[in-house]
């Protein structure tokens, strides 16, 4: 049923999803997402296949691109639309490949409601990361140790796309790296705004036959962060 | 100017020429900004000067340390090079920037209309 596990509070909680080629897992994210928050919004990155069909079956209010950007843009497309619309609401970032567990979300929003946080970002490394593979953990490390160079902010996960945002704070948060590297800009702005931040423990579930980010996005992550940082 | 030097040079001054040809009717049309028609007229003027005067040109190498006048105009042609790169790969961030921001209006627009 939804809604039945929702935190009774003030504020609506929005999640947003950017979804590319995501017809297989998003139905199932999205109902399962919509038990625990008011609003699920997909932004559709120019998907190829029926994933906006899928999404707005499955209860989600759908935003289309009309040519892909990335998962930098398509969050911002989201974060904008929901300043735009419900303006007073608690945002969280979810994946749309079904590696984030729907029911953490409740937890995760805590120190937003109740602890004078305005960001809250998920860590596997703090909680659980189930069959990750052994270059992909070697990456992520190395990403968390690149990350604290260039921002100065040491973090148990950098690039985990299980955020939690406060009204204010994603008024001020403004995405500029379309692609990947959206992550570490993330860092940046939440340490050059001020913002008041904590890491709290997540699940995130790798599959065989899902090939998510590659390593060798990894490369472009960090000519694109390079190039932010020196143009 | 010894006769060794003309084939070259005749080769060369032909294509400044051309350049200029193209560069004076492109300005006209009003397709170049003032700054880089300058900088660009400046380039291959100082080109047209030195294929005649190729001592001037390594007098003016030595003074920078570098051995050979031709020397001295490759490193300044790989500089500029560079810096035109840069200068490409700033405008494209603005132009991928911009095309964003349309897409993502649109986007909105269209959620909007359909409620």
């Not at chain 1, 619309?85 to 409740?106: C, K, N, R």
């Not at chain 2, 490759?74 to 132009?95: D, E, P, T």
């Amino acid at each position: 049923m939804a809604g039945t596990h929702k935190i009774q509070n003030k504020k609506t909680v929005c999640v947003v999803i950017a979804a590319f080629n995501e017809a297989a897992a998003i139905s199932q994210v999205v109902k399962s997402v919509l038990q625990y928050a008011e609003q699920v919004v997909v932004v559709d990155d120019a998907s190829i296949d029926t994933t906006s069909v899928e999404a707005s079956k499955a209860g989600a209010t759908v935003i289309k691109h009309l040519f892909n950007l990335g998962q930098g843009a398509a969050l911002q497309t989201g974060f904008t639309f929901v300043n735009r619309t419900w303006p007073e609401s608690i945002v969280v970032t979810f994946d749309a490949d079904g590696q984030f567990e729907p029911s953490e979300i409740s937890q995760a929003i805590k120190p937003v409601i109740s602890g004078g946080y305005q960001v809250v970002l998920g860590s596997r490394f703090l909680g659980r990361a189930t069959g990750m593979p052994f270059l992909r953990k070697v990456l992520l490390k190395m990403g968390i140790v690149f990350n604290w160079f260039m921002s100065g902010v040491h973090l148990t996960d950098a690039h985990n796309g299980f955020r939690v945002f406060s009204p204010d704070s994603i008024k001020q948060i403004n995405i500029r790296q379309n692609r990947m590297a959206h992550a570490s800009e993330i860092i940046d702005q939440i340490v050059s705004l001020k913002l008041k931040y904590i890491e709290v423990p997540v699940t995130v579930r790798y599959f065989r036959n899902r090939v998510g980010q590659s390593n060798v996005g990894s490369l472009q992550i960090l000519r694109d962060i390079v190039f932010e940082k020196f143009s | 100017m010894t006769l060794y030097h003309l084939p070259s040079q005749v080769f060369i001054s032909t294509i400044v020429l051309i350049v200029l040809l193209k560069t004076y009717q492109s300005a006209k049309l009003q397709k170049m900004n003032k700054p880089f028609l300058f900088i660009w007229l400046s380039f291959w003027l100082i080109v047209l000067m030195s294929i005649f005067n190729l001592g001037k040109l390594s007098q003016i190498a030595q003074a920078f340390g570098i051995g050979r006048g031709v020397d001295f105009v490759i490193y300044l042609s790989l500089i500029a090079l560079f810096y035109f790169l840069y200068s490409l790969m700033v405008k494209y961030k603005q132009v991928q920037e911009n095309m964003t921001k349309i897409v993502r209006e649109l986007a909105i627009r269209d959620v909007k209309n359909k409620v």
